[in-house]
Nanobody, 125 residues
Framework: VQLQASGGGLVQAGGSLRLSCAAS????????MAWFRQAPGKEREFVAG????????YYADSVKGRSTISRDNAKNAVYLEMNSLKPEDTAVYYC???????????????????WGKGTQVTVSS
């Protein structure tokens, strides 16, 4: 599975962005998907996750209520809609494909993971 994140950019505080992660390969629909982010000088953190079927989602407390993760298995894509953006949301955002047998929120890359290159999100105050 190859992943490509896009949709980042510069936005004012209070604004919205929709990140997309395009995946290659028919195996996409068998993987749980997650978004992580890493701000300069900070550790990588889990943002949101969605299981292979789309039936269960997970969110970090920091984005809960402001973000929605979704996936379209027919299009091999996962999305992260972020609203009411704050300067502290500024980070490089990464999408990852993870085996359903692994912990979806684990921050460190796991042996069976696939990770895409990140997309920069900058929120100005």
């Amino acid at each position: 599975v190859q992943l490509q994140a896009s949709g980042g950019g510069l936005v004012q505080a209070g604004g919205s962005l929709r990140l997309s992660c395009a995946a290659s390969g028919r195996a996409f629909r068998t993987y749980n998907m997650a978004w992580f982010r890493q701000a300069p000088g900070k550790e990588r953190e889990f943002v949101a996750g969605i299981i292979w079927s789309g039936g269960i989602t997970y969110y970090a407390d920091s984005v809960k209520g402001r973000s929605t993760i979704s996936r379209d298995n027919a299009k091999n894509a996962v999305y992260l809609e972020m609203n009411s953006l704050k300067p502290e949301d500024t980070a490089v955002y990464y999408c990852a494909a993870r085996s359903p047998s692994d912990q979806i929120m684990a921050v460190s890359p796991l042996a069976g993971d696939y990770w895409g290159k990140g997309t920069q999100v900058t929120v100005s105050s």
